[in-house]
């Protein structure tokens, strides 16, 4: 009795409840639009399926918002990571046509491999803005943003670059273990992330400085070092993402690429619980979160409603998750919602301590 | 001072002693920035250094001063509002939609304007009753912005209402030049808000959040309705922009204004607003677009160089301009 009680809970505690719930009431939608919405079938030994596409439109921004998630958890923000992911698609797709024969495997890895480089140097120089120079990191990184996209058409020479090479566009439509190979990739950073961070003390050490850089630092936190990690692996997610993104269309457009793919990442992150004041970060909220975005994106054409749309939708899930996370609005509709038991206090008062303690931190 | 000397400085002594105020600087280096990328500019292309260049800049980026005035009174509070971009494609599309739909063009005006201040109120009451950081309550609005836009239509809607046409082309002459109603409506908002920050209570309290809002607060200023009156401001006068856009491109078009915002904040900084707040200057924003706009001239004139430098070339300006205000803070502090 008192176990499942405890077990009841623990699951309606569980800071994951309220994103897959959002995820499940999304997907129930789209299946009473469309019965046969979560249907899968085999054909030539991939999956097929709405279900599938959505886990592979979700790779970009998943990729994005897992660097970004630690980027947020050190009090920081990354508002570059479009401007990274255009420049890493002009890169290799520059350097795949430049090279001598467009189509050979060697060519699509050295091309991936150059990009990748040069996006965790340019996250290593916005690392170096904000811990070094102690700029804001809303404002480091906005150089970044306003700047990146004009650099990407300096690469491209502000044309649009189309490749042909069949292993570069396997990174967005191949499949490996009938699973798009897209996926599998986000899915592989996102596992080499979770070990990373919490099988050692790599993300205690991050959320420590997302809480405190000072005091981190004092306790012997190399808060620096961390730092300017942080925004080296967000720099080098963007990268892996503006690849995918280029190799789905097989070309560069320097405009359009990753455009607002910054603020899908964002939401994601802050949908799957992530406190964008720092301190504490749920990889697995923000897989959730960038699943919930990408099925969001297949749901609106899938109800009859036009796909430009989309952004509103988005806005009302932006305000909702903000006011479901903010301290205020919930002591607001606390309020309003139980008034009178004031003796059955520790249960309702006791989850959001943490979070009022953690925003306010 | 002067009393302790025994004779009376000449007026040549007090030009050569005289040092500006530190709270002018970023002002004086922005406005040194322009006359020298106009003077190297006019000496490098003869058709720069006639007036009326000066002049097109300020018609040729009315809409942005309108914008970056807007956002000067969020940047003083400390806040960023990240949804003028969208707001400005918003009115764009409202103003083309109802016209198209025979509204007299008073009522289509009233109409943008209205709905831009709206969206600033709703911002600011999100962001001020319900602690979320303007960041992400103004993320929502640009969403929120954009989408509406869509829905208003996807394709794009030109505007061809005569009263509306002759308003974006009615000139006023002075002497041998030039200028347009939009740039004077950019250039009374300037003045404006310029009288507002500086003279008014209002103002004043915008400066003393941005300084320090807890100490704002405990001042007994009224910073409810300061820090939510400047998102309104900031909406009224994204959709004020989004007239002067509308009135300059002629149409409405969901796909207007991408990364304005961007534009926006970046004159701002150039202008010598610190983007922590508390400091800076309607007048610098100005400046700011104007540095932004003769920079756009220079590469247009030169013709060699692709349009691409421009983001660039701005984000290098931002670069130099943040890290200066950093030290300068740092030594102060």
């Known amino acids: ?361 | 001072m002067s009393t302790a000397t025994v004779s009376p400085a000449s007026t040549w002594d007090r030009v050569r002693t005289f040092t500006p105020p530190g709270r002018y600087l970023p002002l004086i280096a922005t406005l040194a920035l322009f006359i020298g990328l106009f003077g190297v500019g006019g000496m490098r292309y003869d058709g720069l250094s006639d007036p009326q260049v000066l002049i097109s800049l300020l018609i040729d980026n009315a809409f942005l001063i309108v914008l970056g005035v807007g956002m000067t009174f969020v940047i003083l509070t400390g806040g960023i509002d990240l949804s003028v971009g969208s707001v400005v494609a918003l009115s764009t599309m409202i103003a083309a939609k109802t016209l198209q739909m025979g509204w007299s063009p008073y009522l289509s005006i009233a109409a943008v304007l209205l709905t831009g201040t709206v969206l600033g109120l709703l911002m600011g009451l999100l962001i001020h009753y319900f602690d979320i950081q303007p960041f992400i309550a103004t993320l929502a609005g640009l969403f929120l912005a954009r989408g509406l836009t869509y829905l208003i239509s996807v394709e794009s809607i030109s505007i061809n209402d005569p009263t509306f046409t002759s308003l974006a082309f009615k000139t006023v002459y002075l002497g041998d030049y030039y200028v347009r109603w939009t740039a004077i409506i950019a250039l009374a908002t300037v003045a404006v808000a310029a009288f507002v920050l500086a003279r008014t209570r209002f103002g004043r309290t915008v400066y003393a959040i941005g300084g320090n809002e807890s100490s704002a607060m405990l001042m007994g200023l009224r910073v409810a309705f300061t820090k939510v009156g400047v998102y309104v401001i900031s909406g009224f006068c994204a959709a004020l922009a989004g007239l002067l856009f509308a009135l300059y491109i002629l149409s409405g078009n969901s796909l207007h204004a991408i990364g304005m915002e961007l534009d926006a904040i970046a004159a701002v900084v150039i202008g010598g607003t610190l983007l922590t707040g508390g400091r800076g200057y309607v007048v610098g924003s100005l400046l700011g677009v104007l540095v932004l706009g003769i920079i756009k001239t220079l590469i247009s004139f030169d013709g060699t160089l692709s349009s691409y430098w421009i983001r660039i070339i701005t984000g290098v300006l931002l670069l130099a301009f943040v890290v200066v205000q950093r030290f300068a803070t740092r030594r102060r502090s």
């Open chain 1, 1 to 361: 009795m008192t176990e499942t009680t405890t077990r009841v809970q623990r699951v309606l505690r569980h800071p994951l409840l309220w994103p897959v719930l959002a995820l499940v009431v999304l997907v129930l939608v789209n299946v009473v639009a469309r019965p046969s919405f979560l249907d899968v079938r085999m054909q030539d030994g991939h999956l097929y399926g709405n279900v599938i596409d959505i886990l592979r439109n979700s790779a970009p921004v998943m990729l994005v918002a897992l660097g970004m998630t630690l980027v947020i958890a050190t009090r920081g923000i990354d508002l570059s990571v479009g401007a990274i992911a255009a420049i890493a698609g002009a890169v290799a797709c520059t350097r795949i046509v430049g090279a001598g024969d467009e189509a050979a495997l060697t060519t699509a890895v050295m091309a991936v491999t150059y990009a990748l480089v040069v996006c965790i140097v340019l996250g290593a120089w916005n690392g170096l803005l904000v811990s070094v120079l102690g700029i804001q990191p809303i404002i480091a990184t906005l150089i970044l943003m306003v700047a990146g996209r004009g650099i990407s058409m300096a690469v491209t020479d502000g044309q649009i670059t189309t490749v042909n090479n069949p292993f570069f566009s396997d990174l967005a439509s191949g499949f490996v273990l009938t699973l798009p190979l897209a996926f599998l990739i986000a899915l592989a950073v996102l596992a080499f992330t979770a070990v990373l961070t919490r099988r050692t003390a790599l993300g205690m050490l991050i959320e420590a400085v997302g809480i405190n850089p000072e005091a981190s630092r004092l306790a012997g936190v190399r808060a620096r070092t961390i730092i300017w990690t942080v925004y080296a692996f967000s720099g080098l997610c963007a990268g892996m993402a503006g690849l995918v993104i280029a190799a789905n269309t097989n070309s560069v457009n320097a405009n359009s690429l990753g455009l607002w793919i910054e603020l899908d990442a964002i939401l994601a992150v802050v949908i799957g619980g992530t406190s964008l004041a720092g301190g504490r970060f749920s990889l697995a909220g923000t897989f959730v979160g960038a699943i919930f975005i990408a099925t969001l994106a297949r749901t609106i054409p899938n109800i009859g409603i036009p796909s430009e749309i989309n952004y509103l939708f988005k806005a009302i899930v932006v305000i909702a998750v903000c006011l479901l996370q903010s301290p205020r609005a919930r002591a607001v509709f606390r309020v309003r919602r139980t008034p009178r038991p004031p003796a059955a206090g520790p249960a309702p008062t006791a989850e959001p301590a943490p979070a009022t303690a953690g925003v306010r931190a």
